[in-house]
């Protein structure tokens, strides 16, 4: 059974920083791209960071609003998608889910993580 | 970017009735498109993949459809269970967007 459960959110002033972590089980972690998606409260969904699989060296992607201040990486060590997040801004408080991409070649996210509400306020 | 625009933002309807929600792209995304369900205080559940696959485990009582830049999820007779939001999601090119919802009420 394919698990996403992500920790690591919690409450931060505005300029700081925040480690989000999302373990991965049931499915060959490598073979996957990997996302995270945010929920502002009470918004719609938006996309936030990819990193890509093993085949594509693990290269990444980011939304402009969080480029240069948001890194995704991997621990395959640990089957681990994290998100560090630097420089937050109020409006970066929201639900962040890490998500699977499917690897069949529709490149369409087929699991979701139960998400990990981050708040940023002073 | 390319935006994505779903219609309608809401919608009241009753158990039993079919339900259409259109999803229009900005630009070409052929079939790279996902539609996902979400109920209060849930991630979102993914429903129809490349604008017209099933998900597996979703009933046969929603449908897909569309390609370049129009499509359409179909609810055919509505359950009390899907009462949600439905957003609409291409994958054709980056950044990756969303639809700002559709939120589908009892009527």
């Known amino acids: 059974e394919v698990q996403l459960v992500e920790s690591g959110g919690g409450l931060v002033q505005p300029g700081g920083s925040l480690r989000l972590s999302c373990a991965a089980s049931?499915?060959?972690?490598?073979?996957?791209?990997m996302d995270w998606v945010r929920q502002a409260p009470g918004k719609g969904l938006e996309w936030v960071a990819r990193s890509r699989n093993k085949g594509r060296s693990y290269t990444t992607e980011y939304a402009a609003s969080v480029k240069g201040r948001f890194t995704i990486s991997r621990d395959a060590s640990k089957n681990s998608l994290d998100l560090q997040m630097n420089s937050l801004k109020i409006e970066d408080t929201a639900v962040y889910y890490c998500?699977?991409?499917?690897?069949?070649?529709?490149?369409?996210?087929?699991?979701w993580g139960q998400g990990t509400l981050v708040t940023v306020s002073s | 970017d390319i935006q994505m625009t779903q219609s309608p933002s809401s919608l009241s309807a009753s158990v039993g009735d079919r339900v259409t929600i259109t999803c229009r792209a900005s630009?070409?995304?052929?079939?790279?498109l996902t539609w996902f369900q979400q109920k209060p205080g849930k991630a979102p559940k993914s429903l129809i993949y490349t604008a017209s696959n099933l998900q597996s485990g979703v009933p046969s009582r929603f449908s897909g459809s569309g390609s370049g830049t129009d499509f359409t999820l179909i609810i055919s007779s509505l359950q009390p269970e899907d009462f949600a939001t439905y957003y609409c999601q291409q994958h054709k090119d980056y950044p990756l967007t969303f639809g700002g919802g559709t939120e589908v009420e009892i009527k």
């Open positions: 998500v699977r991409v499917d690897d069949s070649g529709s490149y369409s996210f087929d699991y």
């Open positions: 630009q070409d995304i052929r079939t790279s």
């Open positions: 049931g499915f060959t972690f490598s073979d996957h791209y």
